[in-house]
């Protein structure tokens, strides 16, 4: 129980660096004249540190658990990322993007349960 939620810890803090790189992404000037280093915004770095935590967690996670298992979890981050765009950046969902987040946890809840 332990080495899955290291898993959930790793997988959440990835998917919410995904939503800083979209609202860091969205903050990004248009501007030919702006380098690239102008244009990242915080959100950009904050991602960047939490994508880096996340990938540390996985490692540690992955010292105990095998790949097989641990994998498919990362499909978390999907169903995460799927309601906070929702939410937070109002989104559209429809009958077809629901019907695949079902999908998926199904296929997470099987591999749980292995």
Not at 21 to 50: C, H, R, S, Y
């Amino acid at each position: 129980m332990k080495d899955l939620l290291l898993i959930i810890i790793s997988v959440t803090i990835g998917a919410v660096g995904q939503i800083a790189f979209k609202l860091g992404a969205l903050q990004m000037v248009q501007n030919p004249g702006v380098t690239i280093i102008e244009k990242i915004k915080w959100p950009i770095v904050l991602g960047l540190f939490l994508y880096g935590i996340s990938t540390i967690l996985w490692i540690m996670a992955l010292k105990k658990v095998e790949l097989s298992y641990a994998y498919p979890m990362v499909s978390l981050g999907y169903i995460l990322v799927f309601i906070a765009s929702y939410f937070i950046f109002h989104e559209p969902i429809n009958w077809l993007r629901m019907g695949g987040m079902l999908f998926i946890i199904a296929g997470i809840t099987l591999v749980a349960r292995s």
